[in-house]
């Protein structure tokens, strides 16, 4: 029996490694792009209903705010962990903006992540990044997002280094982390994704818009039932005419953007367990790049 040279072993090997550096710099574009849109928006609304809820505790003459970890020392030691704690209480349901501001921000930890271990210097540091990421995401799939968030500050350094460290090995351990951290963030990353979302599909106006849409279509089937042509056709052409504008505003709604990017982060799991260069996935990558652009012209 006669066996391939290792040599040979490798190159076989490394070609059906996926190289997905492309997809995930395209993800992190369209979110750095789109996010500049809507940030400004969610951080208002947030200040807002922060205002309001402590508002309501002031009208209670309840505890607001209070010092933690800030009692001098005799040396005078700089106490690094004093902060303000609060007693807020935002609430306002999974669409808030609090709520959003604060998924947003954990949104931009992760591909910020992600893409700083796609061009990592050495497969150490690679690894000690997914270990980061990994312990982020576990807290994260307890409500808490504050540490996916903090990575952001962490990776933004990193994503700008030179080009990855090429090399069989190195392309090995990427790949393997990055299959075990999408695998993992896949179904908490797309939960946050739609619901900011929905919440900027709900400040667009598009809820209302699909109420109308539907109620169009409610319409329209008793028209065709009613025995009366003209108030069919009349009924047909309002629908049409309101699916033509929900359409527009789904496609406007910065909303749309995040829906894109969930699509895409879906198809990165399915590329990094096989290989190849799937169509959809290139499809997908395309499409984001003309919403980029789009976006940058408007912005111009």
Do not use: W
């Amino acid at each position: 029996m006669r066996y391939l040279p290792l040599c040979c072993l490798l190159t076989v090997t490394a070609c059906t490694t996926p190289d997905v550096t492309e997809e995930i710099t395209a993800a992190s574009e369209l979110l750095a792009t789109s996010s500049a849109q809507f940030r400004p928006q969610l951080e208002t609304q947030a200040k807002v209903e922060r205002r309001a809820a402590e508002g309501r505790l002031i009208a209670q003459g309840a505890e607001v705010y209070t010092l933690h970890d800030c009692t001098q020392s005799d040396d005078f030691t700089i106490m690094a962990d004093c902060r303000l704690v609060s007693s807020v209480e935002l609430g306002g349901g999974p669409v808030s903006a609090s709520n959003s501001l604060q998924a947003l921000n954990a949104i931009e930890g992760y591909f910020m992540s992600l893409l700083a271990i796609a061009s990592s210097k050495s497969s150490d540091d690679v690894r000690q990044q997914a270990d980061d990421l990994a312990a982020a995401l576990k807290e994260a799939s307890e409500a808490k997002y504050t540490p996916l968030a903090r990575l952001a500050t962490r990776a933004s350094g990193k994503a700008d280094q030179a080009a990855a460290v090429t090399g069989f090995l190195a392309s090995q351990v990427r790949v393997a982390q990055l299959r075990r951290l999408v695998g993992q963030a896949d179904k908490e990353i797309e939960g946050l994704l739609l619901s900011v979302a929905a919440f900027l599909d709900l400040q667009s106006g598009l809820g209302a818009r699909h109420e109308k849409l539907v109620a169009a279509q409610t319409e329209m089937e008793f028209a065709q039932t009613s025995g009366d042509p003209v108030r069919y056709r009349r009924a047909l052409d309002r629908l049409k005419a309101r699916h033509n504008t929900f359409i527009k505003a789904q496609n406007a709604s910065a909303g749309n953007s995040l829906r894109l990017l969930r699509k895409l982060h879906g198809e990165l799991l399915k590329r990094l367990n096989s290989p190849g260069a799937p169509s959809e996935i290139l499809a997908v990558v395309t499409e984001i790049r003309a919403v980029v652009d789009v976006i940058r012209k408007k912005d111009g």
